[in-house]
């Protein structure tokens, strides 16, 4: 074989081997697009004053078998502590993830002092290994795990 056909053959193989390894690296525009749409309304509107609801969250997210914590509190918005997640697979590995909630609570408009509603927000940082810096990565938003937090509020809040 000549030397110009063993260069190419392998120029065309570590070509096809990183267009394998990057296209792991990467979500669809559609699919990026979907995700982030869907992360926008993680809401339910509930028959319990506002006051007393930001309470009853606070409570249900520091006991079993949440145990977030609430790091914290200001008029309405509470700020959860972070949980480890095993992120997507990335060139060879499973990169981290941590993620911590937003859980905002806001009066009814037709019905103030009785009801609510009641959102919850992701917040997802994501490296390769342990040891390197935690990023904010805003194309990996998590609405599934929003919405199991609001679930299990909304389940363990007193009848």
């Known amino acids: 074989m000549s030397n110009q056909k063993w260069c190419v053959r392998v120029a065309t193989a570590a070509t096809t081997a990183l267009l394998a390894l990057a296209a792991g690296c990467t979500n669809s525009l559609r699919t990026e697009s979907e995700a982030s749409r869907a992360v926008n309304d993680i809401s339910a509107e509930v028959a319990v004053p506002p006051k007393q609801l930001v309470q009853d969250a606070k409570r249900i997210l520091s006991s079993p078998p949440l145990e977030l914590g609430v790091e914290s509190e200001d008029k309405g918005t509470l ?81």
Not at 129 to 136: K, L, V
């Open 79 to 159: 700020v959860t502590g972070w949980k480890r997640y095993q992120g997507e697979w990335h060139v060879l590995h499973h990169w981290q993830e941590r993620t911590r909630y937003r859980i905002n609570v806001a009066p009814d408009w037709d019905d103030p002092t009785a009801r609510a509603r009641l959102s919850v927000f992701a917040e997802t940082d994501q490296r390769s290994a342990e040891g390197q810096r935690w990023d904010r990565e805003p194309r990996v938003p998590r609405p599934e795990r929003a919405r199991q937090v609001l679930q299990q509020i909304v389940n363990q809040l007193p009848q």
